[in-house]
């Protein structure tokens, strides 16, 4: 590992103030030690980050990048169009299942192993030790091209808002693809600048972004709600299925239409990643996970159940010339068309604060990956800018890729959609990794050890099989075509799209990390 401090076994009794070998090291270094620099040297790991971030800071942070009522505010009416407003309400509940035992199973181990790698630096841990590298090294592929999924997927929104803007005050307004290309672009790199020069300066912006969400939330919705002069029946809310996808299967139609009530949940895992930066990471890492899995149900079921009472002419949102559905919706219910752009010009400040905590968490995933010297140009990756303290090279690489993604949407706009949507079965199989491994150890106190800040009990067990199991289900569900007969336009090309990130991960590990990567272990194991 290079320059790598590790501490001797001697050193680790002098710092537990006169442990006496009774228990496991890492029970000792966890239940003795709140010190995440510590666990990170046990586990073989280099601490280069400053410990900058509270506990608020990082719920802000992780609500932010999920932005759940947001998420479902962009994808609401895809959703009522691939199965009504069952799909969007009870898909809804069933996202809150699934994700929030991923989330627990996370938390739990973040309480443990609170690292910026997290999902695949607890698979090297947790792996035995002959496919340790192999295991942990495809964890850290899916989890990397999720999230630069997940930056791409936000980083289109904010000129989809301004170009709907300008086509709703002029409907004769042309928006060809090349200047969504440009928004892109500059929205890419103006939240790059802010990353390298100003992030470490402006913490707070994150709980400013965090206040601001949560306050037009409320605003749009006792507007939304108070002004409008009608309401739909309560059977189109919580009962109104619609298949109009050719499928004979109404399962079919809820299981592949559940990818959008799923994204309010997209980049569940940001606060893990910043583990390493955060003060008390073992109890605030957790906390954060619970409370954006908690906050963003509560938000976006709401803001669900009112925006469906509200819609008085569903064929006029689908007819709606903007690109932006939900823009109709607002001015229906509202019956204010400055009402409804302000509201508009809303999504559009919330995306920036999403994006802007986007790139720093994808960043640090990056960073550590290249740390444990699994990237071409590690060493460049891996450092930490002396005076910014932001790993510079990392964030301007994912940019980058990003960029080149953007390059993507010029030529098609259906590969461009398929790269962003493979972002949510990306993250759910790089939980599955190590909730499958925990299971393999049968949540032995080995890797768990009973003084953990967080005791997930018989739940754990819960936790990790749904986690472990949600993965491959909604690989083949969100996969498959959600129209038939499928034509070129209708087609689901996520399958050719991950195709492709397997190929650039296969190179990678034959070119360099074959022989280079060394993930963290436990000594003992």
């Known amino acids: 590992?290079?320059?790598?401090?590790?501490?001797?076994?001697?050193?680790?009794?002098?710092?537990?103030?006169?442990?006496?070998?009774?228990?496991?090291?890492?029970?000792?270094?966890?239940?003795?030690?709140?010190?995440?620099?510590?666990?990170?040297?046990?586990?073989?790991?280099?601490?280069?980050?400053?410990?900058?971030?509270?506990?608020?800071?990082?719920?802000?942070?992780?609500?932010?990048?999920?932005?759940?009522?947001?998420?479902?505010?962009?994808?609401?009416?895809?959703?009522?169009?691939?199965?009504?407003?069952?799909?969007?309400?009870?898909?809804?509940?069933?996202?809150?299942?699934?994700?929030?035992?991923?989330?627990?199973?996370?938390?739990?181990?973040?309480?443990?192993?609170?690292?910026?790698?997290?999902?695949?630096?607890?698979?090297?841990?947790?792996?035995?030790?002959?496919?340790?590298?192999?295991?942990?090294?495809?964890?850290?592929?899916?989890?990397?091209?999720?999230?630069?999924?997940?930056?791409?997927?936000?980083?289109?929104?904010?000129?989809?808002?301004?170009?709907?803007?300008?086509?709703?005050e002029d409907p004769n307004t042309e928006a060809p693809t090349w200047t969504y290309f440009l928004f892109f672009q500059a929205t890419n790199i103006l939240?790059?600048?802010?990353?390298?020069?100003?992030?470490?300066?402006?913490?707070?912006?994150?709980?400013?972004?965090?206040?601001?969400?949560?306050?037009?939330?409320?605003?749009?919705?006792?507007?939304?709600?108070?002004?409008?002069?009608?309401?739909?029946?309560?059977?189109?809310?919580?009962?109104?299925?619609?298949?109009?996808?050719?499928?004979?299967?109404?399962?079919?139609?809820?299981?592949?239409?559940?990818?959008?009530?799923?994204?309010?949940?997209?980049?569940?895992?940001?606060?893990?990643h910043l583990a390493e930066e955060v003060t008390d990471a073992t109890k605030t890492v957790p906390r954060a996970l619970f409370s954006t899995i908690l906050i963003g149900f509560v938000t976006a079921f709401t803001f669900a159940i009112a925006m469906l009472y509200t819609i008085n002419d569903f064929d006029k949102v689908l007819e709606n010339a903007t690109g932006v559905p939900i823009y109709e919706i607002w001015l229906q219910a509202t019956r204010s068309r400055v009402a409804a752009t302000i509201f508009v010009v809303a999504l559009l400040l919330i995306a920036l604060f999403a994006l802007n905590a986007c790139q720093e968490v994808a960043s640090r995933l990056t960073w550590a990956f290249a740390r444990d010297n699994a990237l071409l140009g590690s060493s460049s990756l891996a450092s930490v800018h002396p005076r910014l303290q932001v790993p510079v090279w990392s964030l301007i690489v994912n940019a980058t890729v990003i960029f080149i993604i953007g390059c993507i949407y010029l030529g098609s706009s259906s590969a461009f959609n398929a790269f962003i949507g493979s972002g949510l079965l990306l993250q759910q199989c790089s939980f599955a990794f190590p909730a499958g491994l925990l299971l393999w150890h049968r949540r032995s106190s080995t890797v768990l050890p009973p003084t953990r800040g967080l005791r997930l009990g018989i739940m754990g067990w819960i936790a990790n099989i749904v986690t472990l199991l949600f993965a491959p289900f909604i690989t083949i569900m969100y996969s498959f075509p959600v129209e038939l007969p499928v034509t070129g336009s209708s087609m689901n090309y996520t399958s050719a799209v991950i195709g492709v990130m397997v190929i650039f991960a296969i190179l990678n590990w034959f070119l360099y990390a074959r022989k280079k990567y060394s993930g963290p272990r436990l000594p003992e194991m």
């Open 191 to 272: 939240v790059l600048v802010h990353n390298i020069f100003a992030q470490r300066r402006t913490t707070w912006i994150h709980d400013v972004g965090f206040v601001f969400s949560l306050t037009c939330f409320f605003v749009i919705l006792v507007t939304c709600v108070s002004r409008a002069t009608s309401f739909n029946s309560s059977d189109f809310v919580w009962t109104n299925f619609v298949n109009s996808s050719g499928w004979s299967s109404s399962a079919v139609v809820f299981l592949t239409g559940m990818a959008n009530p799923n994204f309010i949940y997209s980049g569940i895992d940001g606060a893990v």
């Open 1 to 168: 590992m290079g320059s790598l401090k590790r501490h001797s076994n001697d050193e680790l009794h002098d710092v537990a103030n006169g442990y006496d070998g009774s228990v496991p090291d890492v029970e000792k270094v966890v239940a003795e030690i709140d010190n995440t620099d510590i666990i990170l040297e046990r586990l073989g790991l280099e601490p280069k980050m400053k410990k900058t971030i509270g506990p608020v800071g990082i719920l802000c942070t992780g609500f932010n990048i999920c932005n759940s009522w947001v998420a479902l505010a962009a994808t609401l009416v895809v959703g009522i169009e691939q199965g009504g407003s069952v799909t969007v309400i009870y898909g809804m509940i069933v996202t809150l299942v699934a994700l929030g035992c991923s989330a627990a199973t996370m938390a739990e181990l973040a309480s443990v192993y609170p690292t910026a790698g997290g999902p695949y630096h607890w698979t090297s841990i947790l792996a035995p030790a002959s496919a340790s590298r192999v295991l942990s090294y495809a964890c850290a592929a899916l989890n990397i091209f999720g999230w630069l999924s997940i930056c791409s997927s936000v980083t289109i929104q904010p000129g989809q808002f301004i170009q709907a803007i300008r086509i709703f």
